[in-house]
């Protein structure tokens, strides 16, 4: 699954519209302390579909939202576009009529989250899904935070198992048992 393009509005420090392209290959992001390259990661993780403020350095999750700075208001509403090449069509069925397929998640002060693939309303499980299953999404062992290492040695075996089966690209199966076996 290749990301061709990042676009962020409000979100965290990046109060105005951003617009990163990605190409193919390596991308490397640089710039001083505080200038919002671990935001950048979190918004990657935040569009897939990331539910614990905590993985987002937040107490709440309306805390991704632009807090505001002295020269400038807060802002309602958080918006993430990502852009995924899907030429060789390997999103799901529903997903799979075009190109590329954009997925978008927007949170509004006191009004929660909504999702959207290409234009349309999606479910917040629908693209979880949608990213574990081609082994990846907010919780892919291929985002490594800071500290996560060390969290990595000192992890129960049955998380290492958890790491392993995101890797193998069959937590999107994991998820539709424990769903199964609620019903
Ligand atoms: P380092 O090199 O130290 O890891 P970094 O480039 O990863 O720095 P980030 O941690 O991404 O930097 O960015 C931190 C900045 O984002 C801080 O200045 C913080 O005030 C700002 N920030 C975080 N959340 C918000 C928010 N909701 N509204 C406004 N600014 C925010
Ligand atoms: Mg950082």
């Given amino acids: 699954m290749q990301f061709t393009r990042l676009r ?13 392209v ?11 302390n505080g ?7 979190e918004a990657l993780r935040w569009v897939m ?30 918006e993430v576009i990502l852009t995924i090449d899907n030429s060789e ?3 799901p069925a529903s997903f799979n009529q075009t190109d590329f397929v954009e997925i978008s998640r927007r949170i ?6 909504a999702y959207k693939a290409n234009s349309k309303d999606v479910r917040a499980r629908d693209v979880q899904m ?11 062992p291929a985002l490594v935070r800071q500290g996560q290492i060390s969290e990595l040695i000192n992890a129960k075996p049955k ?3 958890r790491i392993l089966e995101e890797a193998a690209g069959i937590s999107g199966l994991y998820q539709r048992r424990h769903e199964a076996e609620l019903k």
Avoid at 10 to 17: E, I, L, N, T
Avoid at 108 to 113: F, H, N
């Fill in 22 to 32: 990605i190409a193919s290959g390596l991308t490397g992001v640089v710039g001083p």
């Fill in 35 to 41: 200038c919002g390259k671990s935001n950048l990661l």
């Fill in 49 to 78: 579909g990331e539910t614990r403020p905590s993985a987002m350095r937040g107490g709440g999750m309306e805390d991704v939202i632009f807090a505001g700075a002295s020269t400038r208001p807060a802002r309602n509403f958080a």
């Fill in 159 to 161: 998380s290492r198992r």
């Fill in 89 to 91: 069509r390997l999103a």
């Fill in 130 to 140: 949608l990213f574990a299953d081609a082994s990846t999404g907010s919780t892919s």
């Fill in 8 to 20: 962020l509005n409000g979100f965290k420090s990046f109060v105005d519209p951003t617009d990163l």
């Fill in 108 to 113: 509004t002060r006191d009004a929660g989250s």
